[in-house]
């Protein structure tokens, strides 16, 4: 069992960053890879950022073109999703996710969930 807690979601202008965190408790961290997706109202659930249980190996979904970062601390049980140049389309409920293996895009492969961290975009 894992259990995941994702915090730092907020209200910010377009044009600003945030940062994600999701804390992990459990099982050991290191051996999951690790998912962000995002969930706008009406829309279904989109995979935003992967990294594998090492860190060596990120996955991004096409909408992020380089404006969003994963990243791991094996240390510290936590995956981190820096985003910047915020749109008022990245409008939506993010939530971290865990699997054993490889990161997949497909929401389905994934076991565990955090209860998710809205961030909202103003224009």
């Known amino acids: 069992q894992v259990q995941l807690v994702e915090s730092g979601g907020g209200l910010v202008q377009a044009g600003g960053s945030l940062r994600l965190s999701c804390a992990a408790s459990?099982?050991?961290?290191?051996?999951?890879?690790m998912g962000w997706f995002r969930q706008a109202p009406g829309k279904e659930r989109e995979f935003v950022a992967g990294i594998s249980w090492s860190g060596s190996s990120t996955y991004y979904g096409d909408f992020v073109k380089g404006r969003f970062t994963i990243s791991r601390d094996n240390a510290k049980n936590t995956v981190y999703l820096q985003m910047n140049s915020l749109k008022p389309e990245d409008t939506a409920v993010y939530s971290c996710?865990?699997?054993?293996?490889?990161?997949?895009?497909?929401?389905?492969?994934?076991?565990?969930w955090g209860q998710g961290t809205q961030v909202t975009v103003s224009s």
């Open positions: 459990g099982r050991s961290f290191s051996d999951y890879a």
């Open positions: 996710a865990a699997r054993l293996g490889r990161v997949s895009y497909d929401v389905l492969a994934y076991n565990y």
